[in-house]
């Protein structure tokens, strides 16, 4: 699906410490189990902002914040894709890893 000239398309990317992830299995409670784009497979909660408003599936992209402590393990859900920009994200190839 070819943008049209005239469509302005804004999608948030990714800055200072976040990264792209994609959910990989939906554990419960707000947490998930989430592949981030440098390869590390971590354990993600979603803060109260988003709980309530926001419904997630396997295979969502989302930028993820690691924690201070634990980085490599653990970090939160910053942003949540919906699925016109997810397609926008994978056709520029930036969900490709």
Known sequence: ??????????????RGKEMFGI??????????RIRCK?????LC???????????????????IEPWDIEPKDKADVV???NKTQNVWLRQRGMLDW
């Open 45 to 63: 909660r979603i803060p109260g902002k988003f709980r309530r408003r926001i419904r997630v599936s396997v295979g969502d992209a989302v930028i």
């Open 79 to 81: 942003w949540i894709y």
């Open 23 to 32: 959910i990989e299995e939906l554990l419960g409670a707000s947490r998930f």
């Open 38 to 42: 440098d390869g590390n497979t971590r």
């Open 1 to 14: 699906m070819p943008d049209a000239p005239n469509q302005v398309v804004r999608v948030r990317l990714p």
